[in-house]
């Protein structure tokens, strides 16, 4: 989820926290739970510590439910091999028996995105952010079925990949969700690869399990659906 401001753009803006994610959500929060993930404006993560009870240590974590693990990582700290969160991740993902494994982290490993990973108008790409692919190889060796994203304020769907490569039985789909409220992005010139949908709007996501099927629906602010996908086990 993403919201107006970003957050904690000065040390102690609790201001935007309070007025400008909690309050305006209230209705939603004091219904569904919240499981937040870092994202690049948090700074030392006061606030987000503050708020938010979370399974230590807290900036990486994983949780279930029903038949789907979960899985949270810091992208804004090192993914690299022999990192903390590197070596957390492997033996969890390794240990999980649940029918679904979805990983989120806020710098999104495959980016349709004009300029954040190189300005496409005048060059090349490097077609996302390198801390998040550095782990790509281990959502691959255990099978996880998506990862969401933010950062760029768009919404982006990969077709599934796997290898570098489009694989449309064996792939995971990336999802990047970043129209929540910021100043909407631009796309690259020339279509990436591995672009299924690409839209500049604010949006929403919804995610439905039901058993061994698992829904993506993704609507603009009027609540109109604009893009659909589903995946079998």
């Not at 789907?68 to 070596?87: C, G, M, R």
């Not at 910021?182 to 604010?202: C, Q, V």
């Not at 399990?209 to 993506?216: A, D, P, S």
């Amino acid at each position: 989820m993403r919201y107006r401001r970003h957050p904690e753009k000065s040390k102690n803006d609790r201001n935007e926290w309070v007025n400008e994610l909690f309050k305006p959500s209230i209705d939603l929060l004091c219904r569904v739970p919240v499981f937040p993930t870092i994202g690049n404006h948090e700074k030392n993560h006061e606030h987000y510590y503050n708020y938010f009870s979370l399974p230590k240590p807290e900036y990486f974590y994983r949780y279930s439910y029903g038949n789907a693990d979960f899985f949270v990582l810091d992208s804004n700290k090192s993914l690299l091999p022999l990192t903390q969160q590197y070596t957390w991740l492997e033996k969890e993902l390794a240990s999980s028996k649940a029918t679904w494994k979805i990983v989120y982290h806020h710098h999104p490993a495959y980016s349709s995105d004009d300029n954040d990973y190189g300005d496409t108008w005048v060059g090349g790409s490097n077609l996302g952010d390198k801390n998040a692919r550095s782990i790509v190889h281990l959502y691959e060796k255990y099978g996880v079925d998506m990862v969401f994203n933010g950062h760029v304020h768009v919404y982006e769907r990969t077709l599934p990949i796997k290898g570098g490569k489009v694989d449309r039985l064996n792939g995971i789909t990336y999802v990047t969700s970043g129209g929540g409220g910021g100043s909407l992005e631009n796309f690259a010139p020339n279509p990436t690869w591995f672009k299924a949908e690409i839209r500049s709007d604010y949006h929403f996501c919804q995610i439905s399990i039901i058993g061994k099927r698992l829904y993506l629906k993704a609507f603009d602010h009027e609540g109109r659906l604009f893009d659909q996908w589903d995946k079998d086990k």
